[in-house]
């Protein structure tokens, strides 16, 4: 164990160090790890629950109303059982906040209906624990002659600078290199170790000091153990999540991309959600893809925001005249992996790899901000507006810039929920682009995976001259089923709702409100 100790580099350290720099290092280490499990746990309500600023907010004032309580417990401990207490809370600390992430995957996968009622019981109690740490270092500080003022400041500034340090590298380096549960577990570590350092420095005034280090080993052993075993945890909890065989499973720095596959059927899921499952993904990215290029039989140069798995691209380049086809999409990881893994290069056709797409990995906004270049078809293929950093993709703003891009007679499409699940929602994306100064026209249809499925078109004019034979071979799509797509029956006719600005981004509630309503 001491070899493991000696790989932190901690017992070195505390040699050259006197007690009481020791204690202000000890206050760093702690405001790192207690700001970390925050985040982790507001990241993980985000991705598992959607509607990040809902889930931020109440993840986040909830912890930092458990840490007040637990100061206010922290004063009833007394002078005596001090240094005991401080060490156990380390170790409490380090056990619940570094297994909370592993512990919240695994009852998503098994046990999705009471998990918010789990993630804020884990977010109260690790905040309790968490906010008993810094009172009490401070009157280890104050017992040892040390000035008051210059505890005060000496350890605010120490946890304020240790949280910023976090909130700069959780989202740089743990989030996307280590991932959720392996970072929560890295920091329970790190509090582990304050506990074991804090013993060795006051053994001779700790009772029992051999049994309060024997405890601090096994906790450690425990964390270590889950932090070796948390990836093929995780692939199981997902596995029984999902239902089918987890075949990939990585969270990047913007999302957690999860691939199953059962026999012949593969699906993509982002932050829980299905994207698609190659069983009928062809009937949508034909619907998505077809009409648009259909009515603009010399489109050239062909426009995809967002679809880093290829499929919308694979169909493009059905169409002989393209010539160019700019696919931006934020996430490297994701254009990476349809790029090159076998079974999905197979499933798209290796379209992210022919010579006539160039990938951008961008943000689509700044892209449509900074570049110049017109397009005869922009495809929109972004993942549904769960939240608001993928609602303001759908937001009046946004299409007109989507518009300045577009050349005479040219067509954009875009995905947009569904019409019979989430009419609001839909019908507020055809108010969004009419509110642009689009003209629309809607369209769906039956993806058996999703259900009814719909879709919009819009450019300068709305004239649906569609032939009477396509200029490809389709495998589902016919003239016919195209024409009947823009009929809705009259349980999917439209509604009065609002348009979707980024002031105000309704757009998510309503998406929200029409799911929420279904799920019942």
Not at 102 to 118: D, I, K, M, Y
Not at 202 to 230: D, G, H, P, T
């Amino acid at each position: 164990m001491n070899k493991i100790l000696q790989k932190f580099a901690v017992i070195n350290i505390i040699k050259r160090l006197s007690i009481n720099q020791v204690l202000l290092l000890s206050v760093f280490v702690l405001a790192s790890c207690g700001l970390a499990y925050e985040l982790i746990m507001a990241a993980l309500a985000s991705y598992l629950l959607g509607d990040s600023i809902l889930q931020f907010s109440l993840v986040i004032g909830l912890y930092l109303f458990s840490m007040g309580i637990g100061a206010q417990v922290a004063k009833y401990i007394t002078d005596s059982k001090l240094l005991k207490s401080f060490i156990e809370i380390e170790l409490l600390v380090g056990i619940v906040g570094g297994l909370s992430a592993l512990f919240l995957f695994v009852a998503f996968g098994f046990a999705a209906a009471p998990f918010r009622s789990l993630l804020f019981a884990l977010v109260v109690i690790t905040g309790i624990i968490v906010g008993m740490e810094i009172p009490l270092v401070m009157r280890i500080l104050n017992s040892r002659k040390k000035e008051f003022k210059e505890v005060v400041s000496d350890v605010l500034t120490f946890d304020y600078v240790g949280a910023l340090i976090v909130s700069i590298l959780f989202p740089l380096f743990f989030a996307p290199k280590l991932g959720m549960a392996r970072s929560a577990i890295l920091f329970g570590i790190f509090n582990v170790l304050i506990a074991i350092t804090t013993a060795k420095i006051f053994a001779q005034e700790l009772e029992k000091y051999r049994s309060i280090v024997r405890k601090s080993y096994i906790v450690l052993i425990i964390l270590i153990m889950s932090f070796i075993a948390a990836n093929k945890i995780m692939i199981k909890a997902e596995a029984y999540y999902f239902g089918d065989p987890v075949v990939y499973a990585k969270t990047t720095p913007y999302q957690r991309l999860v691939l199953t596959k059962y026999k012949q059927d593969v699906r993509l899921y982002i932050n829980g959600n299905l994207q698609f499952s190659s069983r009928d993904e062809k009937r949508y990215h034909e619907a998505l893809v077809f009409p648009a290029m259909e009515l603009n039989k010399n489109a050239r140069r062909v426009l995809i925001l967002g679809g880093g798995d290829g499929l919308a691209a694979r169909e493009v380049l059905k169409y002989a005249q393209v010539e160019k086809i700019v696919l931006v999409d934020l996430d490297k990881e994701m254009t990476d992996l349809f790029a090159s893994a076998d079974f999905l290069t197979k499933l798209n056709r290796n379209s992210l790899n022919n010579n006539k797409l160039e990938i951008i990995n961008k943000d689509a906004v700044k892209y449509l901000e900074a570049s110049k270049d017109k397009f005869d078809v922009i495809i929109v293929d972004f993942p549904d507006p769960s939240n608001f950093s993928l609602g303001k993709l759908y937001s009046v703003p946004i299409y007109r810039l989507m518009k300045n891009h577009l050349n005479e007679e040219g067509k954009i499409v875009v995905q947009s929920t569904s019409p019979y699940f989430a009419p609001n929602a839909f019908w507020c994306v055809v108010k969004t682009l009419k509110e642009a100064n689009l003209k629309v026209n809607p369209y769906h249809i039956y993806v058996p995976s999703f259900g009814e499925w719909g879709f919009i078109l819009a450019g300068e004019n709305n004239a649906l001259n569609f032939a009477d034979d396509l200029q490809i071979k389709a495998d589902f799509l016919s003239p016919e089923i195209i024409r009947n797509m823009f009929y809705f029956s009259p349980d999917m006719q439209e509604r009065e709702v609002k348009a979707n600005h980024l002031n105000n981004q309704v757009l998510v509630r309503y998406f929200e409100e029409d799911w929420r309503e279904i799920l019942r």
